[in-house]
């Protein structure tokens, strides 16, 4: 019976009515060991993907190939055409007119690098999610609109239930409830 | 807080002394060189002087523009630069004196289009001359002074006024005057930028040169004021307004600059090149043979690629010494680009019949390097003496207060 509460318990997660609320509990969890947490805000709260220790993306690097190979299939595209498939002379100008080329260059540059932006982040952060357990709590539909949640969850190492629930207790939040899967 | 703000800044003032005192020392140097300059290197004097007076209008003038931008957009930057910039702007009285030896004594050197003799057999010239003629040249450099010392006027005026007062109508005034004043910044610059620099070679033209040029000196001011930033960024009373972030924003202007430099820049030589007009395109060819397309290439490299390289990257953004150099080589760039427009300009093989437009080869005068060190010692010496007579931070802005109440941890 105990073992298959706990095995159906996604986490514990405490409500705050204020950013700050949110950012101190956010610190002192990283501060007390948790790693598995995660943080809600109807607004972006400043300093929270750091009190949380979430990782940098790595999207830019991905964004910034991606631009590179755009260039490369820009100037290609152009120099295939122009030279190697259909060579036509145009105002007396060189086959291999760099200039020419700039225009589609930076065009697909910039679709490359904009595409590999958008879909990139879609990976990276694993939307669309149709289904997340935190949305088993009623409360946390405020979580659009006016509070702050802050979720430990039970794969933590360090999560016990009463030790944890006690902790997040003495976060001073407005509650914290059990997150079920 | 008013009062506390006060000492501090007055606290900083010996060391602002030191940087007014180490710049007039250069700049002092330098304009004894240029002197000497005047008397043995005649002939080369006005274009080297020509490049330093519109290489370091451009700190006045990106001033005014980014602090009018400022009052338009709002943005947490601009208030811990905005003495810096105002600073900036109440340098434009020299630049305007400094205007003068190319008005009254230089214009010969340096146009074409004021020797009456070259105009009368010269169908082009003809037809410009209702424009391009002497005296018409130098009441449009004073209307442009004067609209440039209006909007000058009136942004430090009423920013002062905000201090002491904690009624919002100065800072309104200030937003009222910022919409129209951009738009007749840009007409003022534009027209000046076609004065000075596109007149050089009469003949030619370019519709976005005037955009060019003000990007090069919303550059070279963006770049001056975060050389300026960072070290105020460790003293009070900035230390707590110029946070790491905000100096990575000043890092993200300069790159915005850098692309549209770029993106300009490349416009131009592209739809001149495309379409390959006799009166176009001899300009380029003077700047691509002889030695001066090495400088092009530079410039490609230099003023583009590789600080775009590296501003790109927030990591990057974030070293401040390795922000300065960029800085203190983007501010070079500046120079390097006037320099290849205006030099070249005098190095044409005499044609026998026509324009003559090719090169005889790359050349570099001591001068220009001597007059831009003098003007811009003297020109840095007043800025840091401007900066002195007000108190660091802006008081009383309505919008001051809604931006910055959460991190006014600050003793």
């Known amino acids: ?181 | 807080m008013n009062d506390s703000i006060y000492e501090e800044s007055t606290a900083l003032h010996p060391y602002l002394d030191t940087l007014q005192q180490r710049a007039l020392i250069v700049g002092v140097l330098g304009i004894i060189a240029t002197i000497v300059g005047y008397f043995t290197a005649h002939e080369q004097f006005f274009r080297s002087y020509l490049l330093a007076f519109t290489f370091w209008i451009g700190l006045p003038l990106g001033s005014i523009g980014i602090l009018m931008i400022h009052h338009v957009g709002g943005g947490t930057w601009a208030f811990s630069i905005r003495r810096l910039l105002e600073a900036g702007s109440r340098t434009l009285p020299l630049m305007f004196f400094l205007s003068l030896p190319i008005l009254f004594l230089g214009m010969h050197e340096l146009y074409e289009w004021t020797h009456l003799e070259v105009v009368a057999h010269d169908d082009i010239l003809l037809h410009k001359a209702p424009y391009l003629n002497e005296s018409f040249f130098i009441i449009r450099t004073f209307f442009y002074f004067a609209v440039w010392g209006i909007l000058a006027f009136f942004l430090n005026r009423w920013s002062l006024q905000q201090d002491k007062t904690t009624e919002t109508y100065p800072t309104h005034r200030l937003q009222i005057i910022s919409g129209p004043g951009i738009v007749l910044f840009f007409l003022t610059v534009t027209m000046a930028s076609i004065d000075w620099l596109m007149s050089l070679e009469p003949h030619w033209f370019s519709t976005i040169f005037g955009v060019i040029y003000i990007v090069g000196m919303g550059l070279m001011t963006w770049g001056f004021m975060y050389l300026v930033a960072l070290p105020l960024s460790r003293r009070k009373p900035l230390d707590w307004l110029i946070t790491e972030q905000r100096l990575r924003d000043l890092g993200t202007f300069m790159l915005a600059c850098v692309m549209l430099w770029a993106y300009t820049s490349f416009s131009q030589l592209l739809i001149i090149w495309s379409a390959n007009l006799p009166e176009e395109i001899t300009w380029f060819i003077t700047r691509l043979e002889g030695g001066w397309q090495y400088i092009g290439y530079g410039m490609v490299l230099f003023h583009f690629a590789v600080p775009f390289l590296f501003l790109i990257s927030s990591t990057m953004k974030s070293k401040t010494k390795l922000l300065s150099f960029l800085a203190i080589g983007l501010i070079f760039m500046r120079l390097v680009d006037l320099y290849w427009i205006i030099a070249p300009a005098f190095t044409k093989v005499p044609a026998e019949h026509g324009p003559s437009f090719h090169s005889t080869g790359i050349t570099l005068h001591w001068l220009d390097l001597a007059i831009p060190i003098g003007i811009g010692g003297i020109l840095i010496s007043l800025f840091f003496s401007q900066l002195k007579k007000r108190i660091l931070i802006a008081q009383n802005d309505p919008r001051f207060t809604d931006l910055f109440d959460s991190d006014k941890n600050h003793g």
Request: with cysteine.
């Open chain 1, 1 to 181: 019976m105990q073992h298959e509460e706990e095995s159906t318990l996604f986490g514990l997660m405490a409500e705050f009515e204020t950013p700050d609320d949110l950012l101190v509990a956010a610190k002192a969890t990283f501060a007390a060991g948790y790693r598995k947490i995660d943080g809600y805000s109807p607004l972006p709260v400043h300093g929270l993907g750091d009190a949380i220790g979430f990782p940098r993306t790595k999207l830019p690097w991905l964004v910034f190939c991606f631009g590179i190979l755009g260039g490369i299939c820009g100037y290609g595209l152009c120099y295939w055409v122009s030279v190697i498939d259909y060579p036509m002379n145009i105002a007396g100008k060189p086959l291999h007119s760099g200039p020419m080329f700039i225009p589609v260059t930076f065009e697909l540059t910039i679709l490359f690098a904009a595409l590999s932006a958008a879909f990139g982040m879609f990976i990276a952060n694993g939307l669309p999610q149709p289904y997340h357990p935190v949305f088993n709590v009623e409360s946390f539909a405020r979580a659009s609109q006016d509070r702050f949640f802050l979720s430990i969850e039970a794969d933590d190492p360090q999560f016990d239930l009463d030790k944890t629930r006690n902790f997040l207790n003495g976060l001073n939040p407005h509650e914290v409830a059990e997150v079920e899967n």
